[in-house]
């Protein structure tokens, strides 16, 4: 079931429960005041790979309680190479290296999450080999310290992709990701598990989703929900839910996978690895969904006290998108998305995603000879304070490079 938008600047949802079956009036916000335009500022971010800052159900944008935000960008071949963690002291207008990830190279992409000081990335290397690392930030010096860099899942037969990493309730650590036969390709989603700081990693054998080489489109993404482990994963245009108790055998089946939203078969917008979802958690354990389908941004939300996902909705109008991605910007749920013809948007709830009101215009500035917005992938922080900070990654001059648009807090 979708919805449009009932005005250019107003998105009131009503919203039918997927997963039981029923339905649920979620309410209608109504605000008639015209969203400022926001106009970017150039970073000094750039990098020779398309992948710069790939793929959306990842996350690799924090914010630390000094308020600088922290990222991790492939750098392609310049110097330093493949991943590297910068830091930004200004808002996101001028970074400094602080780590490199290695080894890593152009194919290499990460994701992440921060506790307090404690930075937990995992990432594909040059071998194929996934591996999990971990930094220690100290802002008086404004320095990030390796605490531990250790292999994940290192196989001669399956190359590893994509990974997404999180913790659960019990202190466990869950990694997926894409696995690849090398011989034949065939492909398929696969996780793997930590119990503890001093115990290694161990493969729960479980694959997700079909085994085939007809798509390398599937990626998948582990998120924690109250007294257990979910999991959304989408193979082709389907996006799938499955989740564990933490009481479960580890290396235990996971339930039966839910199909939570069919996407368009047939479609004009490319997604090579399925990838273009992200997905957050509030502090009312609700989970907040948005995938990108063939240019439409769609909208799910989960109630962890039910085990409900809502139907998807189409947030973004007659506007086409191109990416996105879901942030909490001052305790509300923020989607930002980029459009394919010059100008994006950010969203905000303030009513944990009952409903949506447009918060700016993304507006871009005319492209120099040169200058290409194609690849304006859009990331933000999973969880910020302050001034929303946005990065878009654009095209100039043959490199690939950052912008920031920062949004102002309603």
């Given amino acids: 079931m979708m919805t449009s938008p009932r005005s250019k600047w107003v998105l009131a949802r009503r919203i039918g429960c997927a997963c039981a079956i029923a339905l649920g009036l979620l309410g209608v916000a109504v605000s008639h005041a015209r969203p400022p335009s926001i106009l970017p500022v150039s970073t ?28 991790v960008v492939n750098r392609g071949g310049l110097q330093p190479p493949g991943l590297v963690l910068y830091s930004s002291y200004d808002g996101g207008v001028t970074w400094a290296p602080t780590q490199v990830l290695s080894p890593t190279n152009k194919d290499s992409t990460a994701d992440g999450f921060l ?23 100290d802002s008086g010096a404004r320095t990030w310290t390796l605490v531990r860099n250790e292999s994940v899942y290192s196989s001669t037969q399956f190359r590893g992709v994509n990974p997404a990493v999180a913790m659960d309730d019990t202190g466990a650590i869950w990694c997926s990701f894409s696995a690849f036969d090398r011989t034949t390709n065939d492909v398929n989603i696969r996780l793997t598990y930590r119990v503890g700081d001093n115990l290694p990693w161990a493969d729960t054998g479980l694959i997700f989703g079909p085994t085939d080489h007809l798509s390398k489109e599937r990626s998948a993404r582990p998120i924690r929900i109250p007294g257990g482990m979910g999991m959304i994963y989408r193979v082709n245009q389907s996006t799938l839910w499955t989740a564990r108790a933490n009481g479960a055998p580890y290396d235990s089946a996971w339930p039966a996978a839910l199909n939570i939203n069919e996407g368009t078969p047939q479609r004009k917008v490319s997604d ?18 948005a995938v990108a389908d063939d240019g439409n941004a769609l909208y799910l939300r989960y109630t962890s006290s039910t085990g409900i996902w809502t139907a998807a909705e189409k947030l973004n109008g007659r506007i086409k998108i191109s990416y996105l991605q879901l942030g909490l910007s001052n305790g509300q749920v923020a989607l930002a998305f980029s459009a394919s013809r010059g100008q994006g948007d950010v969203l905000v709830s303030n009513d944990h995603g009952s409903t949506f009101v447009q918060q700016a215009t993304l507006e871009l500035p005319a492209a120099a000879p040169g200058t290409s917005y194609a690849t304006g992938r859009i990331e933000t922080a999973g969880k910020s304070v302050g001034t929303l900070t946005v990065m878009q990654q654009y095209e100039d001059q043959n490199l690939q490079r950052l912008m920031v648009f920062k949004v102002p807090p309603p």
């Fill in 44 to 71: 000094d971010l750039a990098s020779s790979n398309e992948l710069m800052v790939s793929y959306r159900h990842q996350e690799r944008m924090w914010q630390t309680a000094d308020q600088a935000f922290h990222l």
């Fill in 115 to 137: 506790q307090g000081t404690l930075l937990s990335i995992a990432y594909a290397n040059t071998d194929g080999s996934i591996f999990f690392a971990q930094f220690s930030y």
């Fill in 272 to 289: 090579p690895y399925a990838s273009h979802f992200s997905v957050i958690a509030d502090d009312l354990d609700y989970l907040h969904l």
